[in-house]
């Protein structure tokens, strides 16, 4: 593909990573009906594969927000464009993204969610990239650690191309 300088995990290896993670879900999860929250848009790949390799009840919703990054700890500054349609109070949400980067977007967005009151909230994401963070956020359940390189492909995008790559690539000539 145009564009793409190498390919970091190809199809057989994101299958086996994401049915690990769905299996310590499915186990984690069992009797909890989890609602998975896909952030739009760039997690609805993985989203799509991770909810089949499931084997337990669970409900999805997805949301948009735009992140105007943070000043401080304490100050999420996000602006919900597309919100959830489902009360969250006392459920068991995972937020599900492509990926976490400076994580801003999903402080953000967990500051927003945990304000009504589900009964737990956890991160899972498809790649934990590998850069010094100011904002308190890990993930839960991952799929793969990157190095700080620009990746696309599996519904990561660089304006909004190569989404459709079902392979995971390094953007570069
Ligand atoms: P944040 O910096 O953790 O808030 O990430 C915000 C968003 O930036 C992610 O959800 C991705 O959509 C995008 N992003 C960050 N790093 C990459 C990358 O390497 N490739 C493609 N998109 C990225
Ligand atoms: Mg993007």
Do not use: H
Not at 22 to 40: H, Q, W
Not at 57 to 69: L, T, W
């Amino acid at each position: 593909m145009d564009g793409i300088s190498r390919i970091l995990y190809d199809q057989a290896t994101i299958a086996s990573a994401v049915k690990r993670v769905g299996a310590i879900i499915s186990e984690e999860y069992r009797d909890k009906n989890p609602l998975l929250i896909g952030v739009l848009k760039g997690s609805f790949i993985f989203m799509a594969d991770l909810v089949r390799v499931l084997d337990i009840p669970c409900e999805m919703e997805f949301m948009v927000a735009k992140s105007y990054g943070q000043r401080t700890q304490s100050s999420g500054v996000v602006e919900i464009l597309k919100d959830i349609n489902t009360d969250i109070n006392g459920r068991d949400v995972i937020i599900i993204e492509d990926i976490l980067d400076t994580a801003n977007t999903l402080f953000s967005i967990t500051e927003v969610l945990k304000a009504r009151n589900p009964a737990s909230i956890k991160i899972c994401v498809f790649l934990d990239k590998n850069i010094e963070r100011k904002v308190p956020v890990t993930a839960d359940y991952k799929c793969f650690d990157i190095e700080n390189e620009f990746v696309v492909g599996y519904g990561l995008d660089y304006a909004e191309k190569y989404r459709n790559l079902p392979y995971l690539g390094v953007l570069g000539v």
